[in-house]
């Protein structure tokens, strides 16, 4: 099933490993070492961040986000494609295989 005109619900992300990442009360501020882009994040943003931890597909971000939050999967796919796709761009994330290598997209 496709999601984002880029992704598909298959599609798998981790974190870059060239990304800071601070908790300041409920948000997360996260800043590319590359790129020198940062973003800072809401307690849904900072849940996303943290089960990118290890290579997370879309489908078990959105089961992780529904394990904690009252949200329907339609719902929560369409929230997180942006946030992705953002997060994505500014090199805070990557896609990557289901083993953690990194993609070239």
């Given at each position: 099933m496709?999601t984002?005109a880029?992704?598909t619900?298959?599609a798998?992300?981790?974190?870059d490993p060239?990304?800071l990442?601070a908790s300041?009360?409920?948000?997360?501020?996260?800043?590319s070492?590359?790129s020198?882009?940062?973003?800072?994040?809401?307690?849904?943003g900072?849940?996303?961040?943290?089960?990118l931890?290890?290579?997370?597909?879309i489908?078990?971000?959105v089961s992780?986000?529904?394990?904690?939050y009252?949200v329907?999967?339609?719902?929560?796919?369409?929230e997180?494609?942006?946030f992705?796709?953002?997060?994505?761009?500014?090199?805070?994330?990557?896609?990557?295989?289901?083993?953690g290598?990194?993609k070239?997209?």
């Open positions: 496709a984002h880029k992704f619900k298959d798998v992300f981790q974190r060239a990304t990442a300041v009360g409920t948000e997360t501020i996260l800043c070492v590359e020198g882009k940062f973003c800072d994040v809401n307690a849904v900072g849940r996303i961040w943290t089960l931890e290890q290579p997370r597909s489908a078990q971000i992780g986000l529904r394990q904690r009252a329907d999967e339609a719902t929560c796919l369409r997180i494609e942006p992705l796709a953002t997060l994505e761009a500014a090199h805070l994330i990557s896609r990557v295989t289901a083993d290598t990194r070239t997209v």
